[in-house]
Protein backbone atom coordinates (compact mmCIF):
# COMPACT_ATOMS: atom_id res chain seq x y z
CA UNK A 1 0.00 0.00 0.00
CA UNK A 2 1.73 3.37 -1.37
CA UNK A 3 1.01 6.34 0.89
CA UNK A 4 -1.00 8.22 -1.48
CA UNK A 5 -4.20 8.92 -0.06
CA UNK A 6 -7.69 10.32 -2.14
CA UNK A 7 -10.65 11.31 -0.96
CA UNK A 8 -13.36 11.05 -1.37
CA UNK A 9 -13.42 7.18 -2.50
CA UNK A 10 -17.18 7.77 -4.19
CA UNK A 11 -19.31 10.54 -5.41
CA UNK A 12 -21.61 11.26 -7.32
CA UNK A 13 -22.61 14.47 -9.22
CA UNK A 14 -25.50 15.85 -11.46
CA UNK A 15 -24.47 17.35 -14.74
CA UNK A 16 -23.41 21.13 -15.01
CA UNK A 17 -22.47 20.91 -11.13
CA UNK A 18 -18.77 21.44 -10.16
CA UNK A 19 -16.49 18.77 -8.03
CA UNK A 20 -12.85 18.78 -6.17
CA UNK A 21 -11.24 15.54 -5.79
CA UNK A 22 -8.17 15.32 -3.32
CA UNK A 23 -5.28 14.06 -2.76
CA UNK A 24 -2.45 13.88 -0.34
CA UNK A 25 0.95 13.04 -1.66
CA UNK A 26 3.32 10.57 -0.48
CA UNK A 27 5.78 11.54 2.77
CA UNK A 28 8.81 13.48 0.60
CA UNK A 29 7.23 13.96 -2.95
CA UNK A 30 6.55 17.20 -4.36
CA UNK A 31 5.41 15.62 -7.54
CA UNK A 32 1.51 14.68 -8.10
CA UNK A 33 0.15 14.02 -11.10
CA UNK A 34 -4.00 13.51 -12.00
CA UNK A 35 -5.14 10.57 -14.69
CA UNK A 36 -8.69 9.81 -15.55
CA UNK A 37 -9.57 6.21 -16.22
CA UNK A 38 -12.85 5.59 -17.90
CA UNK A 39 -14.37 2.53 -18.00
CA UNK A 40 -12.17 -0.22 -19.92
CA UNK A 41 -9.57 2.23 -20.64
CA UNK A 42 -6.17 3.20 -19.16
CA UNK A 43 -5.57 5.82 -17.41
CA UNK A 44 -5.20 9.25 -19.32
CA UNK A 45 -2.92 12.38 -17.99
CA UNK A 46 -4.51 15.17 -16.98
CA UNK A 47 -2.17 17.35 -15.42
CA UNK A 48 0.87 17.21 -13.24
CA UNK A 49 1.91 19.69 -10.61
CA UNK A 50 5.62 20.33 -9.56
CA UNK A 51 6.47 22.72 -6.05
CA UNK A 52 3.07 24.31 -6.91
CA UNK A 53 3.33 24.64 -10.47
CA UNK A 54 1.52 23.28 -13.43
CA UNK A 55 4.12 21.02 -14.99
CA UNK A 56 2.72 19.51 -18.08
CA UNK A 57 -0.95 18.98 -19.41
CA UNK A 58 -2.80 16.20 -21.01
CA UNK A 59 -4.97 16.96 -23.84
CA UNK A 60 -8.16 17.95 -21.44
CA UNK A 61 -10.60 21.19 -21.83
CA UNK A 62 -9.88 24.42 -19.36
CA UNK A 63 -12.41 22.90 -16.88
CA UNK A 64 -10.18 20.88 -15.40
CA UNK A 65 -7.95 22.10 -13.43
CA UNK A 66 -5.64 21.65 -10.47
CA UNK A 67 -3.83 23.35 -7.52
CA UNK A 68 -0.50 21.99 -5.12
CA UNK A 69 -0.47 23.35 -2.03
CA UNK A 70 2.95 23.60 0.28
CA UNK A 71 2.35 20.41 1.92
CA UNK A 72 2.49 19.09 -1.81
CA UNK A 73 -1.41 17.86 -1.52
CA UNK A 74 -3.24 18.55 -4.40
CA UNK A 75 -6.68 18.71 -5.73
CA UNK A 76 -8.33 18.46 -8.69
CA UNK A 77 -11.51 20.78 -10.04
CA UNK A 78 -13.96 19.94 -13.11
CA UNK A 79 -16.62 22.88 -13.70
CA UNK A 80 -19.82 21.94 -15.68
CA UNK A 81 -19.67 18.51 -15.58
CA UNK A 82 -20.33 16.18 -18.46
CA UNK A 83 -21.91 12.62 -18.61
CA UNK A 84 -18.23 11.49 -19.62
CA UNK A 85 -16.44 12.94 -17.40
CA UNK A 86 -17.74 9.93 -15.18
CA UNK A 87 -14.64 7.62 -14.50
CA UNK A 88 -12.33 6.91 -11.93
CA UNK A 89 -9.51 9.83 -10.86
CA UNK A 90 -6.00 8.46 -10.34
CA UNK A 91 -3.66 10.48 -8.33
CA UNK A 92 -0.01 9.57 -8.55
CA UNK A 93 3.27 11.29 -6.47
CA UNK A 94 6.85 11.40 -6.80
CA UNK A 95 10.34 12.99 -6.01
CA UNK A 96 12.42 13.85 -7.72
CA UNK A 97 11.09 14.79 -11.13
CA UNK A 98 12.40 12.73 -13.73
CA UNK A 99 11.52 9.89 -16.27
CA UNK A 100 13.38 7.19 -14.14
CA UNK A 101 11.55 8.37 -11.34
CA UNK A 102 8.68 5.85 -9.99
CA UNK A 103 5.15 7.50 -9.34
CA UNK A 104 3.04 5.76 -6.79
CA UNK A 105 -0.55 5.80 -6.91
CA UNK A 106 -3.58 6.17 -4.88
CA UNK A 107 -6.86 4.25 -4.98
CA UNK A 108 -8.51 6.82 -6.57
CA UNK A 109 -11.49 8.24 -6.30
CA UNK A 110 -15.00 7.41 -8.71
CA UNK A 111 -16.66 9.72 -9.60
CA UNK A 112 -20.43 9.48 -11.59
CA UNK A 113 -22.24 11.92 -13.40
CA UNK A 114 -25.76 11.74 -13.70
CA UNK B 1 4.16 11.56 -29.99
CA UNK B 2 4.49 8.50 -27.45
CA UNK B 3 2.14 5.63 -27.37
CA UNK B 4 1.55 2.28 -25.85
CA UNK B 5 -0.84 -1.16 -27.32
CA UNK B 6 -1.94 -3.79 -25.63
CA UNK B 7 -3.06 -6.29 -28.03
CA UNK B 8 -4.79 -8.51 -26.38
CA UNK B 9 -8.11 -6.94 -24.17
CA UNK B 10 -8.42 -10.19 -22.34
CA UNK B 11 -6.73 -13.28 -21.57
CA UNK B 12 -8.00 -16.60 -20.30
CA UNK B 13 -5.51 -18.91 -18.82
CA UNK B 14 -5.67 -22.13 -16.62
CA UNK B 15 -4.37 -22.03 -12.89
CA UNK B 16 -0.87 -23.20 -13.01
CA UNK B 17 -0.87 -21.88 -16.71
CA UNK B 18 2.08 -19.47 -18.01
CA UNK B 19 1.49 -16.47 -18.99
CA UNK B 20 2.71 -13.62 -21.81
CA UNK B 21 1.13 -10.23 -21.87
CA UNK B 22 2.36 -8.16 -24.40
CA UNK B 23 3.09 -4.62 -24.93
CA UNK B 24 4.04 -2.62 -27.84
CA UNK B 25 5.40 0.87 -27.45
CA UNK B 26 6.63 3.92 -30.29
CA UNK B 27 8.76 6.08 -28.37
CA UNK B 28 11.48 8.20 -30.20
CA UNK B 29 13.88 8.16 -26.99
CA UNK B 30 15.10 5.91 -24.62
CA UNK B 31 11.87 3.96 -23.07
CA UNK B 32 11.19 3.76 -19.50
CA UNK B 33 8.76 1.62 -19.55
CA UNK B 34 6.07 0.17 -16.29
CA UNK B 35 4.23 -2.81 -15.76
CA UNK B 36 1.17 -2.50 -13.27
CA UNK B 37 -1.86 -4.02 -12.26
CA UNK B 38 -5.31 -2.93 -10.98
CA UNK B 39 -7.73 -4.98 -9.17
CA UNK B 40 -11.49 -3.70 -9.65
CA UNK B 41 -11.95 -0.67 -8.17
CA UNK B 42 -8.69 0.16 -7.11
CA UNK B 43 -5.04 1.67 -7.97
CA UNK B 44 -2.46 0.72 -9.55
CA UNK B 45 0.61 -1.21 -8.05
CA UNK B 46 3.98 -1.33 -9.85
CA UNK B 47 5.00 -4.88 -10.91
CA UNK B 48 7.96 -3.89 -12.49
CA UNK B 49 9.93 -1.36 -14.53
CA UNK B 50 12.69 -1.02 -17.16
CA UNK B 51 15.09 1.69 -17.09
CA UNK B 52 18.89 0.63 -18.23
CA UNK B 53 20.67 -2.76 -18.00
CA UNK B 54 19.89 -5.99 -17.88
CA UNK B 55 16.97 -6.69 -21.06
CA UNK B 56 15.12 -9.01 -18.49
CA UNK B 57 13.91 -7.33 -15.38
CA UNK B 58 12.21 -9.18 -12.13
CA UNK B 59 9.10 -8.06 -10.42
CA UNK B 60 6.94 -8.39 -7.74
CA UNK B 61 4.58 -11.67 -7.30
CA UNK B 62 6.76 -13.87 -9.44
CA UNK B 63 6.15 -11.46 -12.74
CA UNK B 64 9.22 -11.04 -15.30
CA UNK B 65 9.15 -9.04 -18.40
CA UNK B 66 11.78 -8.77 -21.07
CA UNK B 67 12.89 -5.83 -23.14
CA UNK B 68 13.07 -5.93 -26.53
CA UNK B 69 14.36 -2.60 -28.62
CA UNK B 70 14.26 -4.06 -31.90
CA UNK B 71 10.98 -5.07 -31.93
CA UNK B 72 9.64 -2.04 -29.32
CA UNK B 73 7.87 -4.62 -27.07
CA UNK B 74 8.20 -5.06 -23.11
CA UNK B 75 6.42 -7.78 -22.70
CA UNK B 76 5.33 -9.59 -18.78
CA UNK B 77 5.39 -13.35 -18.30
CA UNK B 78 4.82 -15.55 -15.04
CA UNK B 79 5.62 -19.42 -15.11
CA UNK B 80 2.70 -20.28 -13.14
CA UNK B 81 -0.74 -18.31 -12.34
CA UNK B 82 -2.25 -18.02 -9.52
CA UNK B 83 -6.13 -17.49 -9.13
CA UNK B 84 -4.97 -14.35 -7.12
CA UNK B 85 -3.45 -12.99 -10.28
CA UNK B 86 -6.87 -12.02 -12.10
CA UNK B 87 -6.49 -8.61 -12.52
CA UNK B 88 -6.20 -6.02 -14.84
CA UNK B 89 -2.81 -5.63 -16.34
CA UNK B 90 -1.58 -2.11 -17.97
CA UNK B 91 1.91 -1.31 -19.44
CA UNK B 92 3.16 2.47 -19.19
CA UNK B 93 5.76 4.06 -20.68
CA UNK B 94 7.28 7.32 -19.05
CA UNK B 95 8.62 10.52 -20.28
CA UNK B 96 8.93 12.29 -16.94
CA UNK B 97 7.86 10.86 -13.55
CA UNK B 98 4.38 10.84 -13.11
CA UNK B 99 4.14 12.15 -16.93
CA UNK B 100 3.06 7.98 -18.04
CA UNK B 101 1.32 7.19 -21.16
CA UNK B 102 -0.83 4.04 -21.07
CA UNK B 103 -1.69 1.10 -22.72
CA UNK B 104 -5.75 -0.13 -22.57
CA UNK B 105 -4.85 -2.73 -20.43
CA UNK B 106 -5.13 -6.33 -20.68
CA UNK B 107 -7.91 -8.26 -18.54
CA UNK B 108 -6.90 -11.88 -17.15
CA UNK B 109 -8.88 -14.50 -16.39
CA UNK B 110 -8.19 -17.10 -14.52
CA UNK B 111 -9.73 -20.57 -15.32
CA UNK B 112 -9.58 -23.24 -12.23
Known amino acids: ETGVTQSPTHLIKTRGQQVTLRCSSQ?????VSWYQQALGQGPQFIFQ???????GRGNFPPRFSGLQFPNYSSELNVNALELDDSALYLC?????????????FGQGTRLTVV | AQSVTQPDIHITVSEGASLELRCNYS??????LFWYVQSPGQGLQLLLK??????LVQGIKGFEAEFKRSQSSFNLRKPSVHWSDAAEYFC??????????FGDGTTLTVKP
Open chain 2, 27 to 32: YGATPY
Open chain 1, 27 to 31: SGHNT
Open chain 1, 49 to 55: YYREEEN
Open chain 2, 50 to 55: YFSGDT
Open chain 2, 92 to 101: ALNTNAGKST
Open chain 1, 92 to 104: ASSYPTSASTEAF
